[in-house]
């Protein structure tokens, strides 16, 4: 990516929300949806 610096990657994080365990979501025209992402943060002692 052209933003990041070549070692950039290394302390970054991508969290990427998805539909999983009930299969896709398709909606209607003019039909709603909400989803749900719970994040939790556990510190290591690395």
Known sequence: MADFGDEEYKV????????????PVTLEPGAEWQGKQDLAYQSSSA
Request: proline share 8%; aromatic share 0%; hydrophobic share 50%.
């Open 12 to 23: 970054m994080i991508c969290i990427e929300p998805a539909v999983a365990g009930s299969g």
